[in-house]
Each structure stands twice: as C-alpha cells, then as structure tokens.
C-alpha cells in the first residue's frame, strides 16, 4: 500500500533544518528602546490632528512610555529620553535607536557618527547609545510593538473631546497598560517584572528640569549667533568664531571654551 512507501521515503529523506529564531530576551537594567509615530485622531468636534509621539520601552520588562511631542528634532529625542528615564526611575545601560538624522549623522558600516548635541547628551547622561541596522526592525521590535500597540489600543481605542481630553486619557491608559494588562511575552504585568529590573537602573546625573543641550555656531557678521529660528547676540568681538550655545528650556548661554560670553532668555519678551 502507499502508507508503506510512504513510511519508507519518510526514513531515507533528510529533514529541514528548523529555524534557529527564538525570541531575545535581555537581562534586568540591560537595554531600552525608542522610537517616534504618528496617528491622525479625530475630536467630537470632527476637527482633525496629526499626533506625533514619542515611544520608549525597556525590554526585560516591558515597562513602556508614551509622550506626545511636536515634532522629531535632536532636542525633542533629547527631552523624551529624560521624561522616559525619569518615568522609568532611572537609566539602563544601552539604549537603542533607529538611523535618523537626529541621532546618526552619518553610518559606515559598524562605525557610525552620532549628532554632535546628541552626542554629548547621551555622554553627559552617561548610558550607551545603539544605533540598530538600517531595515532591520526586529532589532527594536520590542518599541516597534509599542508604536503599533499605542495606535491600536489607545489612539483607536478612544473616542476624544479635545486635545486636553487625549491627554488625560493617556495617563490613565499608561497605568492600564504597564499596572493592570499581562504581556503576552512575559505572562506578566510590566509593573510586575519592573520590581526586579528598578534596581538595576542607573540614576540620571541630569537634573530633569534644568538641564541643556550643548550646540555649536559661528558668530556671523552681524555679532549674532542663530538657533531654532531666533537670533542671539554674541558680540562683534567673536565674529567668525566658534561657540558652544548651552541652550535649556528658558534660557540660551553662550561660551567660548571655558568663558562666558552672553546669556539670553530662550524666547525674548518681543518674540525676536
């Protein structure tokens, strides 16, 4: 009968190798990820809105948080990773990236440049910045499922009266999401596993509210430096020079090596 060639091809036949994949797991403390994504919501009003936010997760965990933004520059990557590392309750030792212009200015195989202010935030930080492969998106696929979960869950999920409202609702979606919803990764709740992994974190050198992020200008013609659209005068003594603009929320301070040349607010009175 058949089912006796069958049963005796069966014997003779090498079988294929099974794929060596199986899902990477990191230690407590180890590594975290981060990325940026977008969703256009729509109010009661039907008023649309482009969100961006900011993604970030640590892997053993998977504890994760979800900040909105206004858009994907160095220092909104920046001030997204402090109100993570603040969220978290302190820093793991890597933290991995997409290639955007933001972080890697330019990739030659493993070598790769990061942005000069990124550069020096992540060093000042002190945690260890990785830059994945480029079309490689299983090397974050833990903030790549965050990205997907948060537009599904959250973005999807909830009908919104305004701005105020989405905000609202998203804190209290991030308690449901890392304190009351079992990963299916884990078979636990990310707060759970995070009693394990908090003290594993680093605490952040940086003070949360007052830090700045280091720039670097040439003073023009005209004694003034530029920087996110405002001008900032230096002084016609340092025309063609090169400064370091330590630049915080409010305020803009300008040095040349070690000595202070001018500080100004970050938006003027008049707006100018």
């Known amino acids: 009968g058949k089912s006796a060639v069958y049963a005796a091809l069966k014997e ?24 940026f994504g977008e969703y256009t919501v729509r109010y009661q009003d039907q008023s649309r809105e482009r969100i961006q936010f900011f993604g970030s997760r640590l892997k053993f965990s998977r504890l ?20 993570a ?46 830059a994945c492969w480029p079309r490689r998106p299983r090397e974050k696929g833990a903030v790549e499922n965050l990205i997907g979960f948060a537009q599904t869950s959250f973005f999807k999920a909830f009908q919104f009266k305004d701005r105020r409202d989405l905000e609202e609702k998203l804190e209290h ?6 304190d009351e919803r079992v990963s299916r990764a884990t078979g636990e709740t990310p707060r759970a596993r995070y009693m394990l992994e908090a003290p594993r974190l680093k605490p952040m050198p940086l003070d949360p509210s007052g830090f ?6 040439i003073v023009r013609t ?13 002084g016609f003594e340092h025309v063609g020079q090169s400064l370091t603009l330590r630049v915080g929320e409010r305020e803009v301070r300008l040095w040349k090596a070690t000595a202070h040349v001018a500080t100004h607010a970050r938006v003027p009175l008049n707006g100018r």
């Not at 294929?16 to 981060?34: D, L, N, T």
């Open 12 to 35: 003779q036949r090498s079988l294929p190798a099974k794929a060596g994949i199986v899902r990477f797991e990191a230690v407590a403390g180890e590594f975290s990820q981060h990325d």
């Open 64 to 83: 994760m948080r979800v900040r909105l933004v206004a858009d994907q520059t160095t220092e909104t990557v920046c001030h997204s990773l402090v109100d």
């Open 85 to 130: 590392f603040v969220y978290f309750g302190g820093m793991p030792l890597i933290c991995v990236f997409d290639n955007p212009k933001t972080i890697v200015t330019r990739r030659d195989g493993k070598r790769i440049q990061w942005q000069e202010t990124f550069g020096h935030f992540a060093a000042e930080c002190g945690f260890a910045p990785h």
């Open 173 to 178: 979606w991030h308690r449901w999401a890392n």
């Open 212 to 217: 700045t992020l280091r720039h670097t200008r």
């Open 222 to 234: 005209d004694g003034y430096v530029e920087f996110g659209e405002r001008r900032y005068f230096a």
